[in-house]
């Protein structure tokens, strides 16, 4: 009974001794280079794996002299998976690729090739150059590869290096899509919902530059996306994701009200609208329209053409904040701008003055005051009522409040505007900046608009910053 077992042993070490021998030939062979190709090329490979059947469909849709194009040389290729279309199909309002343009089907298929190239997932960390002539990018952390991760936040390599003969394929969660392409899919978005959640590019124009990602995850947390999905007609206000950096969304009520503030009911062309508008939450929007664009509350607005079934999306610059007492407007601006109004608000609580609804208020920073040396007779708030006369503090605040209507910075042409306390001049520089004259032969003072300008306050009234006090 013992030799069996010495035979075994002997058997064995021969499989370990074997085993090494052939581990060793394999570290020698990876010292020589990478292991050999698949013989199966990129068309096979998405032929035969499971979950790419809508990739597969789409190669198909666009015929057999793109086919061989795709054998021609190396690429790396971005294949989205089949829930990947679904979700964009789903979006358009579609059932089929086929129900595409083949410009359209082009487009899509193109933004996910880079051509002479075969790059393993660990090395996509850079920006490459689609054969649509657009740009991808990429953002390694750890294991996973996020795809343009500024634009589009959600596009993920989920399965990565597929070799094949002449590609290296990478599975994506979602379908990449480019400026140009988006352009060509914007007649067949199915409701302004789809638009909204598929619109992620960068926009580049206007200095409109960054997705709409962000106002969607507002709409969706307060539950709009079914509406905007639905059979009626909206126009969608939607500030790119940048707009949002210096925004404070401190509440669930507050996250609704402004999600409501971006929805106008109807198919609503800004070019050819009234001076106001209602949004979906019932509040007045104030439309300007000039030689330099299309603007709501002096905020510029552009209407790229993104249409849907049940209405548009308009692109904004900034984020449109609802109307609010002056006293919280006056807090908001100081919590943003690098300037104070401590002494603006003193002098209004010192000498409070009558604003009549449709008006426009210029709001002097601290250093403006300090400038004009009224610092020297407000130093507390204790102090304010013993040390400096009512009625003059009244007289300069009232030289601010403009009782032409209501202002928004593109509003403003050269000329004369009314006050309650005689009148200012208004300039318009070559670059469009304000300059206002308070007309006062002894200081001829002129001021300008500052950051932050086009704050809207209750009643219809707009506030906005200036560098100078104006003196009657």
């Not at 603006?344 to 920073?365: C, D, G, Q, R, Y």
């Not at 304010?384 to 006369?389: F, G, L, P, V």
């Amino acid at each position: 009974m013992t030799q069996p077992f010495a035979l075994k042993k002997l058997s064995f070490l021969f499989v370990c001794l074997f085993g090494f021998t052939l581990l060793f030939s394999a570290c020698d062979d990876d010292e020589d280079g990478p292991p050999p190709r698949p013989t199966d090329n990129l068309l096979d490979v998405i032929a035969d794996t499971e979950g790419l059947e809508s990739l597969d469909t789409l190669v198909g849709l666009l015929g057999s002299e793109f086919n061989n194009r795709l054998t021609a040389t190396e690429f790396t290729v971005f294949a989205p998976n089949n829930e990947a279309f679904r979700k964009l199909l789903s979006s358009l309002g579609y059932q089929s690729l086929g129900e595409l343009r083949s410009d359209v089907l082009s487009d899509i298929i193109f933004y996910h090739i880079v051509a002479n190239t075969y790059l393993q997932a660990n090395e996509l960390d850079s920006t490459l150059t689609t054969l649509g002539i657009s740009q991808i990018e990429f953002e390694r952390e750890g294991d996973s590869t996020r795809i343009n991760p500024d634009s589009q936040p959600d596009r993920t390599v989920v399965v990565s290096s597929l070799p094949s003969s002449n590609a290296m394929v990478h599975v994506t969660n979602e379908v990449l899509l480019s400026p140009d392409g988006l352009a060509n899919l914007a007649p067949y978005f199915g409701s302004v919902a789809g638009i909204t959640s598929t619109l992620g590019d960068v926009i580049n124009a206007q200095n409109l530059d960054g997705g709409i990602s962000t106002i969607n995850n507002i709409f969706n947390a307060a539950n709009l996306l079914n509406t905007l999905g639905g059979s009626s007609t909206y126009t969608v206000l939607a500030p790119i994701n940048s707009a949002f950096d210096d925004f404070f969304l401190t509440s669930v009520e507050n996250r609704t009200q402004t999600a409501n503030y971006h929805i106008l009911e109807g198919n609503v062309d800004l070019t050819t609208a009234g001076r106001t508008i209602s949004t979906l939450g019932g509040q007045t929007l104030y439309v300007t329209n000039n030689a330099s664009g299309t603007y709501l509350n002096g905020r510029v607005a552009v209407d790229f053409g993104y249409t849907a079934d049940n209405g548009r999306v308009v692109h904004m610059g900034e984020v449109l904040k609802p109307a609010a007492p002056l006293n919280e407007m006056v807090n908001y601006i100081d919590a943003l701008s690098n300037s104070t109004f401590t002494i603006f608000k003193k002098a209004l609580a010192a000498a409070p003055i009558e604003v009549a609804a449709n008006s426009t208020i210029f709001m002097p920073t601290d250093a403006a005051f300090e400038a004009a040396g009224i610092i020297t007779t407000i130093d507390s708030v204790e102090a304010e009522t013993a040390r400096i006369d009512p009625t003059v503090l009244a007289s300069i605040l009232q030289k601010h409040v403009v009782t032409d209507g209501i202002l928004f910075s593109p509003d403003f042409v050269a000329g004369t505007l009314n006050t309650l306390n005689g009148s200012i001049t208004v300039t318009i520089g070559e670059n469009g900046a304000v300059t206002l004259n308070d007309n006062n032969p002894a200081t001829e003072t002129n001021a300008g608009l500052a950051f932050p300008a086009n704050n809207l306050v209750e009643n219809g009234i707009v506030i906005h910053v200036v560098n100078q006090v104006l003196l009657p």
